[in-house]
Nanobody, 126 residues
Framework: VQLQASGGGLVQAGGSLRLSCAAS????????MGWFRQAPGKVREFVAA????????YYADSVKGRFTISRDSAKDTVYLQMNSLKPEDTAVYYC????????????????????WGQGTQVTVSS
């Protein structure tokens, strides 16, 4: 599966952005999905994950209560709604997919994911 992330941009602190991750080649319905981010000079870190069914989600403590991951099976797209953005949220955001037979499992480790999008830049100004 090929993933295409979009929706990044420049926003002021306190603002919102919605990232999208669309697939080509295969449907995302067979995959648990995740969002990661990488700031300059830092390792890529986990942000949020969603199960194949969309029932279960999991968030990094740093974004809990501000970010929401969701998926739309009809549009075959996964979203990351980001509210109350902070300058420390500035990073390149990547969506990732891992094929699973579980409807309810979420994946956190970066190594669990097999497919990655190209990344979209999010910049939050203070």
């Amino acid at each position: 599966v090929q993933l295409q992330a979009s929706g990044g941009g420049l926003v002021q602190a306190g603002g919102s952005l919605r990232l999208s991750c669309a697939a080509s080649g295969r449907t995302l319905s067979d995959y648990a999905m995740g969002w990661f981010r990488q700031a300059p000079g830092k390792v890529r870190e986990f942000v949020a994950a969603i199960s194949r069914s969309g029932v279960n989600t999991y968030y990094a403590d740093s974004v809990k209560g501000r970010f929401t991951i969701s998926r739309d099976s009809a549009k075959d797209t996964v979203y990351l709604q980001m509210n109350s953005l902070k300058p420390e949220d500035t990073a390149v955001y990547y969506c990732a997919a891992t094929r699973t037979y579980s409807d309810y499992g979420v994946r956190v480790p970066r190594s669990d994911y097999d497919y990655w999008g190209q990344g979209t830049q999010v910049t939050v100004s203070s």
